[in-house]
């Protein structure tokens, strides 16, 4: 599987095409840190007023900071507004 992964992620850099599409992982916007943007997720593992836990094809990305709220959520994108302290992936 892996192999795969790598000729997607060439045949991207060749063709100049966004690596988030072809490789299917996650592309994360943030606006300061009072905003963030996740496209290509797999949903909502977690939802408190302090953490967020979003399910992606690259693990969990985890978002901790203050009066956290899920402005919008579609099937392809998630944006979540609030005081945010920090993101980070885990497995």
Avoid: C, W
Avoid at 19 to 44: A, R
Avoid at 45 to 73: A, D
Wanted: proline residues 2%; charged residues 25%; positive net charge.
């Amino acid at each position: 599987m892996k192999k795969n992964q790598e000729i997607k992620k060439s045949l991207a850099e060749i063709l100049e095409l966004p690596k988030d599409i072809v490789l299917d992982i996650p592309k994360i916007t943030m606006v300061g840190n009072l905003q963030i943007y996740i496209e290509n997720h797999k949903g909502i593992i977690e939802y408190t007023n302090n953490r967020i836990r979003i399910s992606t094809k690259s693990g969990v990305l985890r978002i901790l900071g203050k009066n956290l709220l899920l402005k919008n959520i579609v099937l392809e994108e998630i944006v979540i507004v609030g005081e945010i302290v920090q993101v980070e992936f885990t497995d």
